[in-house]
Nanobody
């Protein structure tokens, strides 16, 4: 069965950095666009970033542009989210997701077929 396992979350001070990883198994990783989403307490899940199958195209929500970088290693079936200059408002559970598509990326969570269990990121002020 398909599994997406996130890691790398934790507690960090404002201005600090974290690198999230998501290891995929049970699917042809290179056939899937990969995305990161987050959900803060009391809020709906929101899009953070996405990367195309080859890694040639990336897409970010405006609030993380210039601070977060999504990347992938198809030989390792892994997608990453490097988060720099973290702010308290980045506090959330972060989820990775896989979307089977021929090209491009999507910010629509309903396009994604598989989801991880999430990893907590807490940014203290």
């Amino acid at each position: 069965q398909v599994q997406l396992v996130e890691s790398g979350g934790g507690l960090v001070q404002a201005g600090g950095s974290l690198r999230l990883s998501c290891a995929a198994s049970g699917l042809t990783f290179s056939n899937h666009c990969m995305g990161w989403f987050r959900q803060a307490p009391g809020k709906e899940r929101e899009f953070v970033a996405a990367i195309s199958r080859s890694g040639g195209s990336t897409y970010y929500t405006d609030s993380v542009k210039g601070r977060f970088t999504i990347s992938r290693a198809n030989t390792k079936n892994t997608v990453y989210l490097q988060m720099n200059s973290l702010k308290p408002e980045d506090t959330a559970v972060y989820y990775c997701a896989a979307d089977f598509r021929l090209s491009g990326t999507s910010r629509n969570q309903y396009d994604y077929d598989y989801w991880g269990q999430g990893t907590q990121v807490t940014v203290s002020s």
